[in-house]
């Protein structure tokens, strides 16, 4: 069960698979005939908010297996964009009720941003702490961290942000199989 917001969705509600188009269906291709089901529950948008409003039924509904979390850039773009900002305590409330409705393994993937517009580096004012929030999470709960983050920012220095994501956010192709390849690498390695 792959779950977040646009970075997971890709149009996965109007992809007769229900996979996307991005690192879910790089997975599930990756995977081959012996993947277990994989299910995309992304939605464009959401917040980490609005992704603990839906998890009930979108999520634990479906009894799953492994659960995988990609959320948390849009707490961070919605202050600089619409002047609504999600405070770290919330994002953590929010990411907490995610985490305790859980019985499985959990994977958690980091929010991450590729600054290539005009006052996007000053974003990272706002993700870093959000980013801890991920990271200390990880640890209490013992789930596997992937962190995009860091490896994405990495792999921007070479190959420039753009290449991975053109607004700094939702990767292009390049970046959604760079993001396959790290959860294969965290999580099946």
Same mark, same amino acid.
């Given at each position: 069960m792959f779950a977040g917001?646009? %970075?997971t969705d890709c149009g996965r509600r109007t992809d007769p698979a229900g996979l996307g188009?991005? =690192?879910v269906r790089n997975l599930y291709d990756d995977l081959g005939e012996n993947r277990p089901t994989i299910v995309n529950a992304g939605i464009s948008g959401n917040r980490a908010v609005d992704l603990a409003a839906r998890w009930a039924t979108d999520v634990v509904a479906?009894?799953?297996a492994l659960v995988? &979390? #990609?959320i948390g850039i849009n707490d961070t773009w919605r202050r600089y964009d619409e002047n609504d900002p999600t405070t770290p305590e919330s994002?953590?409330? +929010? =990411?907490?009720? #995610?985490l305790d409705a859980l019985s499985c393994p959990v994977v958690l993937m980091e929010p991450f941003l590729l600054p290539v517009k005009d006052g996007q580096p000053e974003w990272r004012e706002d993700l870093e702490p959000k980013l801890a929030v991920v990271?200390? #999470?990880?640890?209490? =709960?013992?789930? &596997?961290?992937v962190p995009t983050d860091v490896e994405l920012t990495k792999l921007a220095? +070479? %190959?420039g942000p753009a290449a991975?994501?053109?607004d700094g956010v939702h990767p292009s192709a390049t970046g959604h199989r760079a993001l396959a390849d790290l959860w294969r690498q965290y999580v099946l390695d």
């Open positions: 917001d646009s %970075v188009d991005g =690192y479906h009894d799953p995988s &979390i #990609l994002f953590e409330s +929010s =990411y907490r009720s #995610l990271r200390k #999470l990880a640890v209490e =709960y013992g789930a &596997i961290l220095a +070479s %190959v991975l994501a053109g």
